[in-house]
């Protein structure tokens, strides 16, 4: 179309393929979009499901490192994030480019900044998502950050009920190849 898009997936133009909701059709859960699995995921990518883009590790296969994923560099990295490769999301600074441009005078993102009165910031002087007097969105029933909450299945906890980056057997990230904590590894 005369916005360089595909005319159906256009929003502008009207596409058949856009819902009332703004999205593409089979893509929309409030829709009960074909691409949406039981579990409100697209299906492709839906561990339960089995979803073709899920490698044997349960990850996505492009970002696994074990598979050699497409996204992967040689120095194990998500391509597009690695600094030594060039990545496309690294800015001239080496930072990642969707917030260099938010980077205040004291070197922070200005949102989380204290000192610059960061919107992210409440009045307990914490991050409002993750400050449970406000109610942050990022705290769980149980009271904890309802990433690293095993009851609540938290996305950083593994399969072993670990942190996921410093689990020897996932292969975090936080585990050095002598297969110790790297910021403790004397080798390192």
């Given amino acids: 179309c005369e916005h360089g898009r595909q005319r159906s997936r256009c929003k502008e133009c009207g596409g058949s393929s856009i819902c009332e909701h703004g999205r593409v059709q089979s893509r929309c859960k409030e829709c009960g979009g074909s691409s949406i699995c039981e579990h409100g995921r697209v299906r492709s990518q839906c561990k339960e499901c089995g979803g073709s883009s899920i490698c044997e590790h349960g990850r996505v296969r492009s970002r696994c490192k074990e598979c050699g994923g497409s996204s992967i560099c040689e120095h194990g990295r998500r391509r597009s994030q690695c600094k030594e490769c060039g990545g496309s999301s690294i800015c ?11 980077i205040c005078e004291h070197g922070r993102r ?3 900044c204290k000192e610059c009165g960061g919107s992210s910031i409440c009045e307990h002087g914490r991050q409002r998502s993750q400050c449970k007097e406000c109610g942050g969105s990022s705290i769980c029933e149980h009271g904890r950050v309802r990433s690293r909450c095993k009851e609540c299945g938290g996305s950083s906890i593994c399969e072993h009920g670990r942190q996921r980056s410093q689990c020897k057997e996932c292969g975090g990230s936080s585990i050095c190849e002598h297969g110790r904590q790297r910021s403790q590894c004397k080798e390192c």
């Fill in 110 to 112: 200005r949102s989380r």
């Fill in 92 to 102: 001239e600074q080496g930072r990642q480019r969707s917030r260099c441009k938010d």
